[in-house]
């Protein structure tokens, strides 16, 4: 495979090979990549701005996180920080670290995954910076949103009554991981063997590649629901259903019964000695939309295939519980429990 050092090229260069092929989806991108500022449109609407920052060995591990991917899941992280907000997301910028372990031909492989990202999205991407690191990739986005000011969610909006929701299925991208790092284990103690993911597509897919719940986003606008509090699921459920209790000042309580999971989800915690709820409480990475929607929504939305009812919010300020199928009701921590012995 070719390498091309990207010396040869220069910082200019390489910025104008990563630009030329980005495109515009939002008449609000006066001007994009290429001046000191990028320019945007006045808006009537409200605009929100979100970011993240991504160290190599901290936040992705290139040993088994292609780099296309990486581009991919680092537009989408930073997509479902917009759609937790009921808005729409219009332009990114990406800033990126590059060791001299890095080739021109790596960049490329980075952002033909971002590219994909702004293309699903329909994000564009406007800007960014580019500098040298002393070890590692580093790679951060900032994500730029649009919404009515009546239509944004934030997390403390939950009213007494409200029913909580959460879309998809959850704890997928945490057994991916346990997947990949089990293989990655196998793979440095015999470099031969061959990895073993094809069994576990959809799980490692979770990890390696997850998506922004933006069709949601969408289809509760036609629907004409506006969420009264959304958080996106990335650290685990039992933590976002906290975050919405404490800065509601509300209590939520919900229910073992409903909670989303996969089978290949649960058939592989099994296989790992993991219990599967604390895989769906605590994983995290599934970028999953949480939110509470007043009773009086719940015809608009019930019957959406991939929304799932999933508890209600009480009245025990900042305090969220698990009522497993027995009956027992579980006091919810951020983290760090692991067993719903009754
Ligand atoms: P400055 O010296 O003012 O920071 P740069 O030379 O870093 O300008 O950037 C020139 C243009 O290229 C700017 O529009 C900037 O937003 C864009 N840019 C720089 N690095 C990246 C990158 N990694 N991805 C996307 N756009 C970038
Ligand atoms: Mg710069």
């Not at 899941?73 to 930073?78: H, L, R």
């Amino acid at each position: 495979m070719q390498r091309t050092e990207i010396s040869e090229l220069g910082e200019f260069g390489l910025i104008d090979r990563l630009s030329k092929q980005v495109e515009h989806y939002h008449k609000s991108s006066v001007k994009g990549i290429g001046d000191d500022a990028a320019i945007l449109a006045a808006s009537e609407l409200q605009r929100v701005v979100t970011t993240d920052l991504l160290l190599e060995g901290i936040h992705f591990d290139l040993r088994y996180m292609p780099l296309q991917h990486l581009g991919y899941k680092a537009v989408a992280v930073n997509v479902s920080d917009v759609a937790a907000m009921n808005a729409i997301p219009t332009q990114i910028t990406v800033s990126i670290g590059l060791s001299n372990r890095f080739s021109v031909e790596a960049v490329e492989a980075l952002y033909e995954g971002i590219r994909a990202a702004c293309a699903s999205y329909k994000v564009d991407l406007i800007g960014g910076d580019t500098t040298a690191s002393a070890a590692g990739l580093v790679l951060s986005v900032t994500a730029i949103g649009e919404a009515e000011a009546d239509k944004i969610a934030t997390r403390s909006g939950v009213k007494k009554g409200d029913i909580v929701c959460v879309t998809g299925d959850l704890g997928a991208a945490y057994m991916g991981l346990q997947v990949l790092e089990r293989e990655k284990q196998v793979f440095l103690a015999n470099p031969d063997a061959s990895p073993e993911i094809g069994n576990y597509k959809y799980i490692v897919q979770r990890q390696l590649r997850p998506e922004a719940r933006m069709d949601v986003v969408h289809e509760l606008r036609e629907l004409g629901v506006v969420p009264t509090a959304m958080i996106d699921v990335s650290d685990g459920l039992a933590s976002e259903l906290l975050h919405l209790a404490r800065q509601s000042g509300m209590g939520l309580q919900v229910y073992e019964e409903n909670l989303p999971i996969d089978k290949m989800t649960y058939d592989t915690a099994v296989e790992f000695g993991l219990d599967p709820i604390t895989c769906v409480m605590n994983g995290g990475e599934d970028y999953e939309l949480l939110f509470t929607i007043r009773q009086e929504d719940h015809e608009k939305v019930k019957a959406h295939a991939d929304i799932h009812f999933i508890g209600y919010a009480t009245e025990l300020a900042g305090q969220a519980h698990l009522i497993t199928k027995g009956g027992s009701v579980v006091p919810l921590k951020a983290q760090g429990f692991n067993h719903f012995k009754e």
